[in-house]
């Protein structure tokens, strides 16, 4: 690898090393590595993607027995990084953000319309003075121009606390917002839409300002638009509520993922284990035989110190990171037409792991001492891997192999299931635990049961492993909870993100609502007065205006409701533990979202019923 591969947590590297590959148990069902590349000069991501295609066509043919069924792919970083629900995810963002920016808009213009509405007398004085109504829509225009630039200014600053913020709350899967970088595009965009913006949300009330300003200059009293003004403002609010509730509810529903995946249930206890990665290089462990007796030394080490309750080894945690995928054959069945073998996820453990983290053990036996290198192989099978492949049967007693040509392998257990690192796979994880010492790879994890924190039990881990070797590095050194945080930190990070942008739409909403109602109240102070004057009780003036804006509302969440419908099936794929059309999600948003509103509207709502007629009548 090049240091200048500078993307994603790659460009945090501080040390390179060359690549060594184990070749002492050379084996084709290994896939393990990624590989990255830079485009040649002319060439497309299409042609690649092609050239990499027929490359694994050919491996396929040239090597049947392992490859059968694979295929090779190629794709922007980005894109690998993202993956389908990942993509699907992106794309809600930016749908999201598009909406807040209306919303923000549709406010902006609302206030704008009042405000032009309330200048109406200003602008006629003007008029009569010889400014032209271009000269007049030019001066409203610079204003809110202004006001458009210094916003855009703001909006930068936020974004960069903002991506800092994400960075820390992903911490584990940062990578993709390291990549998010403020650079001259995101100014360029930013700038072009402080340009657009005012010229598609200022020019409506510019050109009802001036339409209204001659009608004003006769009537020293702003008439607020009259009935068509009051219409858009509506309508502009309206707007607001519908893109609110759509923001509401698919934040509602990727939190109620995040909620279910952090609560399902996982199959073992991860609470009061500590995990330590150890990558052992093949240069100084060139052969099994020394990597287990390394390990074998490292926990012997490990059990000495007063706070262990017990250590073993694994490839792979459960919920952090992902097992090695092999393809699996199943003696005595008839091989698949197109040689692709089902995959299931391998694990490298060593026999007291699965009393370690508590992973019950449903039929024939757990991993043994004696499953040594010279025994005979064995495997433990998970009961999703058993109940899928041996649907009328046991297991155990059968055998499996990897290869056409490898060993065969008893299955001589089969254990709980564990949950799946997929956040779209609501089926446990289809793994096989096979013994350490008959697969002794050179990178395992340390799992130690222990009630010490990770803080004060970093340095009493390392010495231990460091009294076996004082040149071997301790990696990822965290608690088991801490490890499968870091792995869906992503997605925590994603929804805080997406929940920020709900609540910021719901107060802008609601503020518009209330902006709405209030000026509406302030323009028919006079009627309003009339209204008392002439009988009407208070709780019939407030209870039509509190009418006519619950109209809005009930308006905002009638269109709001179908367009978050649709917007919710593109989820499908990226939710966990709740349908997309889940009712308390879209029942219960509304609810907030009216109740937060009737509020709003109670407001203006009160201040008009306690309207004082002569008051009213003599101001005006």
Not at 139 to 164: C, F, H, K, P, Y
Not at 374 to 382: C, F, T
Not at 527 to 552: K, P, T
Request: net charge negative; charged share 20%; aromatic share 6%.
């Amino acid at each position: 690898t090049s240091p200048d591969m500078g993307f994603a947590d790659f460009g945090r590297a501080q040390v390179w090393t060359p690549l060594v590959l184990d070749r002492t148990e050379p084996s084709r069902d290994r896939r393990e590595l990624f590989v990255t590349a830079r485009l040649a000069p002319g060439v497309t991501q299409e042609r690649a993607t092609q050239e990499v295609a027929a490359i694994g066509r050919d491996v396929a043919a040239e090597h049947p027995e392992t490859d059968a069924g694979w295929e090779l792919w190629s794709a922007p970083v980005m894109t690998s990084l993202l993956g389908n629900e990942g993509k699907v995810i992106m794309l809600m963002l930016v749908l999201t953000v598009t909406a807040v920016v209306l919303i923000a808009c549709a406010n902006v213009a609302n206030m704008l319309l009042a405000r032009a509405s309330a200048r109406e007398t200003e602008l006629a004085v003007r008029g009569a003075l010889g400014a032209g109504r271009g000269r007049l829509v030019r001066q409203l225009l610079t204003e809110n121009l202004v006001i458009s630039m210094v916003a855009g200014g703001l909006g930068l600053v936020l974004a960069r606390a903002l991506l800092d913020f994400l960075v820390r709350v992903s911490n584990g899967q940062e990578e993709l917002f390291m990549m998010a970088e403020l650079d001259g595009r995101v100014v360029g965009f930013t700038l072009l839409v402080a340009l657009v913006a005012p010229l598609l949300f200022g020019g409506l009330p510019a050109l009802r300002a001036t339409l209204g300003a001659m009608g004003a200059l006769r009537d020293a009293r702003s008439t607020g638009g009259g009935r068509s003004g009051r219409r858009t403002r509506a309508v502009l609010a309206g707007a607001q509520v519908s893109l609110a509730l759509t923001l509401m509810v698919v934040a509602g529903l990727l939190t109620r993922t995040i909620i279910n995946l952090q609560t399902r249930d996982l199959g073992f206890d991860p609470a009061g284990l500590m995990t330590a990665f150890v990558d052992l290089p093949e240069a100084s462990y060139p052969d099994a035989a020394a990597r287990v007796r390394f390990f074998d030394e490292a926990r012997g080490a490990l059990t000495g110190i007063p706070a262990v309750r017990g250590v073993e080894l694994a490839s792979s945690i459960p919920l952090a990171d992902f097992g090695d995928f092999r393809g699996l054959q199943i003696e005595g069945r008839p091989e698949p037409a197109d040689r692709a073998r089902p995959l299931v996820e391998v694990m490298t453990v060593t026999p007291g792991y699965a009393p370690l983290v508590g992973l019950e053990v449903l039929a024939g036996r757990g991993l043994q001492e004696g499953d040594g290198a010279g025994e005979p192989r064995v495997v433990l099978l998970s009961r999703e891997v058993a109940e899928h492949f041996w649907p009328d049967s046991s297991p155990v007693g059968g055998r499996i192999r990897w290869t056409e040509d490898g060993p065969w392998i008893e299955v001589v257990g089969v254990v709980a299931d564990v949950a799946t690192l997929a956040e779209n796979d609501q089926r446990p994880a289809q793994a096989v635990y096979v013994p350490y010492a008959q697969n002794a790879v050179s990178g395992m994890y340390l799992v130690v049961r222990t009630p010490a924190d990770a803080a004060s039990f970093a340095g009493p881990l390392r010495e231990a492993v460091w009294s076996v070797d004082r040149n071997q590095p301790v990696d990822r050194l965290r608690s088991m909870v801490q490890a499968q945080y870091d792995a869906g930190a992503g997605g925590v990070a994603l929804v805080s993100l997406f929940g920020i942008f709900a609540v910021f739409a719901l107060a802008m909403a609601v503020i518009g609502i209330y902006g709405v109602m209030s000026y509406g109240v302030s323009q028919r102070r006079a009627e309003i007065g009339l209204r008392i004057a002439l009988g009407a009780e208070s709780r019939d003036v407030g209870g039509m205006v509190l009418g006519q804006g619950l109209r809005v509302v009930a308006a905002g969440v009638g269109v709001g409701l179908p367009i978050a419908w649709l917007l919710s099936r593109l989820l499908e794929g990226a939710v966990y533990g709740v349908s997309t059309g889940d009712p308390l999600i879209f029942l219960g948003v509304p609810g907030i979202l009216g109740l937060t509103a009737t509020v709003a509207i109670l407001v203006p709502a009160i201040r008009a019923s306690r309207a004082q007629p002569v008051e009213v009548l003599r101001s005006e």
